[in-house]
């Protein structure tokens, strides 16, 4: 079982900038790979970002350029840089972590992949 603790969201100006934390519990976080996901109110939960154990990344082509996913295995964290942001990203934010890819597995961008989810995040982006 993995728990995995998301920190960072809240009301920010368009044009502002956050920075998104998950913190992961176990011993073997550097053989996760990761992912967040978004959901906004009436919508479905929508790929953003996702970083693989060999630290290959992939983004969404709404947040491609603006966004940046990033992990530091030693604190077992999974980072989301948000610049740019858009009254339109505005949603809850979730991680999640499949911890069963093997090392030349590509960043994973489906749901479904993944196995344990954090509690989530509010981002709000004010226009």
Excluded: H
Excluded at 12 to 41: D, E, H, I, K, N
């Amino acid at each position: 079982q993995v728990q995995l603790v998301e920190s960072g969201g809240k009301l920010v100006q368009a044009g502002g900038s956050l920075r998104l934390s998950c913190v992961a519990s176990g011993t073997s976080f550097s053989r996760y790979s990761m992912g967040w996901f978004r959901q906004a109110p009436g919508k479905d939960r929508e790929f953003v970002a996702a970083i693989a154990r060999s630290a290959n990344t992939n983004y969404a082509d709404s947040v491609k350029g603006r966004f940046t996913i990033s992990r530091d295995n030693d604190k077992k964290t999974v980072f989301l840089q948000m610049n740019g942001l858009k009254p339109e990203d505005t949603a809850v934010y979730y991680c999640a972590t499949n911890t069963r890819t093997i090392l030349s597995s590509p960043p994973l961008i489906r749901s479904e992949e993944y196995s344990y989810w954090g509690q989530g995040t509010q981002v709000t982006v004010s226009s």
